[in-house]
């Protein structure tokens, strides 16, 4: 998750708190704050504070919601004689006031957000609320179709460029969703964290399709969100004893919101994001997931140590983790995640311990499972895919590059009796690096398929293991280059043997120690440093970590490295930072596939909470209350 640097938000004449809820590209912040005990809107631009009235409203009671690009501004009045349910929209516009109310609002109407082609979006109320969209003269009602089928009510807030209005609505049992609408489609948002009796309520949109707003946590605790293409990224400011939320959002990612005090005190804020970057000693980056709540966290290693560690949001468990590579450059740490239900795929870039950016790589039958990920096309800078049919054995590949498939296409056909062992360099022909090693699962034996170009250029056997020793994983363990090494353990002992291979050919086997079986496998990677093979365990049973450093075919040092709780899994280890050694590169992809086949040990289960935390002084913290006590808005 990236830290934010807290910029406050505080209009000099209040004397009881300044709420921000929204911002322009410009930086612009429009809100309202409280003199005693009357609200009112105001403008700050770069620090300067100019106070907003509407001149209808009784008072001078007023809130500014909503500014776009050009300076428009939209909010709510009270006007004379109305009562306090009395509101009504305004759009002030170059030194103009135009009241908006819905003809359809029986009581009131409030405009919250505007884009940059002067839409606005706010609610009415008639008996009950309604979201409206109003584009100069028009009105349309916006009603979720789940609030109409179960009498709830909807609240539009935001709109960007593209017309996508975001909101929540209430359902049957009174509890709010958020939303987004395109097009007449509508999407459902539930934060993952909100859990079934909590509540989500989305507040603003960007031109990027960032969505900001707060979730109740079931408990009464309000948070902050920030959702962008399936990830969520949950926060709390410091110093917000009574909740903080997000309100606004811009182009570039700059928020508007507000937390409140131990006395429930609104205490505005703007927050811009800060890098993370990795520390100096870093070598490799594990990435860590909870699999009750879909939520990630990433660790920089070094040294044998874990160096920081940062949350990186939380995404819907029905998406599970496919591999880790470099799909969108040269960073090893990015993930491919795959729909259980429908076997789509998405990719999520992550740079400087953040996901950074998400797209969607396309869908493929689930009779079709995630084989390994490697450089098979031999491009340079790539992490291909190769997919196995399940009812007969054919091979896909597809080559990845810039977030996107480039390529697919057929790559023979082996039966189903013989499984993916892992991938790496063992023909040492130079510039391969995903030849294919298959096991057969009944007798044992070995076969390997060398891959260049997208096809499978040779295959030979390769020798016979007896199937109580199953694969640990690959890596360069004997310190020859251009070799993938292989690491193999006995099921029923836990000793280990290491099978040395170069030129398709094992060329040395040695014994490598024992270790109880409660241990188990979590991932291999440069975690002493740069260019090693580690080997990373846990102990199923109480959760520790053990680092095994590999050197010469030998165990030379190994340490503890903290304990975590069962629900947390390893998603992958990645070098870091990337294209330290060819060797490295091939290893996260190797451990992907090696977990995915019928011979790998499964990784364990990982971590109650991060063993050591970094998230800076503040974790993003807006959230927007479900009303606004004496507020307009």
């Known amino acids: 998750m990236p830290t934010f640097a807290y910029q406050p938000v505080t209009d000099p004449s209040a004397n009881g708190g300044t709420y921000a809820y929204g911002i322009n590209d410009g930086g612009q912040i429009v809100g309202g704050y409280f003199l005693n005990h009357a609200e009112y809107g105001f403008l700050d631009s770069n620090g300067v504070y100019t106070t907003l009235t509407d001149p209808l409203a009784s008072g001078g009671v007023t809130a500014a919601s909503g500014i776009n690009a050009s300076g428009q501004i939209v909010g709510g009045y009270v006007g004379t004689g109305d009562g306090y349910f009395g509101y009504h929209g305004f759009l002030y516009s170059g030194g103009n006031w135009t009241p908006l109310d819905d003809p359809s609002a029986a009581q009131q109407t409030t405009a919250v957000g505007i884009n940059d082609s002067g839409e606005v979006v706010g609610n009415y109320y008639n008996g009950g609320y309604h979201g409206f969209l109003y584009n100069a003269g028009n009105w349309i009602t916006l009603d979720d179709p789940i609030a109409i089928t179960e009498g709830g009510d909807t609240y539009a807030y935001g709109i960007?460029?593209?017309?996508?209005?975001?909101?929540?609505?209430?359902?049957?049992?009174?509890?709010?969703?958020?939303?987004?609408?395109?097009n007449g489609i509508w999407t459902t948002l539930d934060d993952p964290a909100a859990g079934p009796n909590g509540a989500t309520f989305a507040f603003g949109i960007n031109n990027n399709n960032v969505i900001v707003g707060q979730y109740d946590d079931g408990a009464g605790n309000e948070h902050g969100f920030i959702y962008n293409n399936g990830v969520w990224i949950n926060f709390d400011e410091s110093f917000a004893v009574h909740g903080t939320f997000a309100s606004g959002v811009n182009d570039s990612g700059e928020l508007a919101g507000y937390y409140q005090d131990q006395i429930f005190t609104g205490q505005g804020f703007s927050a811009t994001t800060a890098a993370n970057p990795p520390p100096a000693d870093t070598t490799a980056d594990m990435i860590m997931r909870d699999g009750t709540n879909g939520s990630y966290e990433i660790y920089d290693l070094g040294n044998n140590t874990i160096l920081a560690a940062y949350a990186l949001g939380a995404i819907s468990t029905t998406w599970q983790?496919?591999?880790?590579?470099?799909?969108?450059?040269?960073?090893?740490?990015?993930?491919?995640?795959?729909?259980?239900?429908?076997?789509?795929?998405?990719?999520?870039?992550?740079?400087?311990?953040?996901?950074?950016?998400?797209?969607?790589?396309?869908?493929?039958?689930?009779?079709?499972?995630?084989?390994?990920?490697?450089?098979?096309?031999?491009?340079?800078?790539?992490?291909?895919?190769?997919?196995?049919?399940?009812?007969?054995?054919?091979?896909?590949?597809?080559?990845?590059?810039?977030?996107?498939?480039?390529?697919?296409?057929?790559?023979?056909?082996?039966?189903?009796?013989?499984?993916?062992?892992?991938?790496?360099?063992?023909?040492?022909?130079?510039?391969?690096?995903g030849d294919m090693l298959m096991r057969n699962s009944n007798t044992g034996q070995f076969e390997v398929y060398d891959i260049a170009n997208n096809q499978i250029t040779s295959a030979g056997?390769?020798?016979?293991?007896?199937?109580?020793?199953?694969?640990?994983g690959f890596g360069d363990f004997s310190g020859n280059a251009n070799e993938a090494d292989m690491l193999m353990r006995n099921s029923n002992t836990g000793a280990f043997d290491l099978y040395d291979i170069s030129g398709n050919t094992i060329t040395s086997a040695v014994a490598m120690g024992q270790v109880g079986l409660e241990w188990q496998i979590a991932g291999f990677g440069p975690i002493n440093g740069a260019g090693a093979s580690d080997m990373l365990m846990r102990n199923s049973n109480t959760g520790a970590f053990e680092i095994y450093d590999i050197a010469n075919n030998q165990i030379t040092s190994a340490a503890a490295m903290g304990q975590v709780g069962m629900e947390w899994s390893v998603a992958g280890i990645a070098v870091d930072p990337p294209g330290v050694s060819p060797a490295n590169a091939q290893l996260v992809q190797a451990m992907a596939a090696s977990a995915s086949s019928d011979d790998a040990a499964a990784p364990s289960a990982v971590g109650d909470q991060p063993m050591t935390r970094n998230d800076g002084v503040n974790l993003f913290a807006p959230t927007v209350a479900t009303t606004m006590p004496q507020s307009v808005r």
Do not use: C
């Open 461 to 472: 056997p390769m020798g016979q293991v007896g199937v109580e020793w199953t694969i640990a």
């Open 321 to 433: 983790v496919a591999g880790l590579g470099g799909f969108d450059g040269s960073d090893t740490s990015d993930m491919v995640l795959r729909n259980s239900s429908t076997g789509a795929f998405e990719v999520y870039d992550i740079s400087n311990n953040a996901i950074t950016t998400g797209a969607l790589l396309g869908q493929v039958g689930l009779e079709w499972t995630v084989s390994g990920f490697d450089d098979f096309s031999m491009k340079p800078g790539e992490t291909d895919m190769l997919m196995r049919d399940s009812n007969n054995g054919n091979f896909e590949v597809y080559d990845i590059s810039n977030n996107q498939i480039t390529f697919a296409g057929p790559m023979g056909q082996v039966g189903l009796e013989w499984t993916v062992a892992g991938f790496g360099d063992f023909s040492s022909h130079p510039g391969e690096t």
């Open 160 to 182: 960007n460029d593209a017309g996508e209005v975001v909101g929540y609505y209430t359902d049957a049992s009174n509890h709010s969703h958020g939303f987004s609408e395109k």
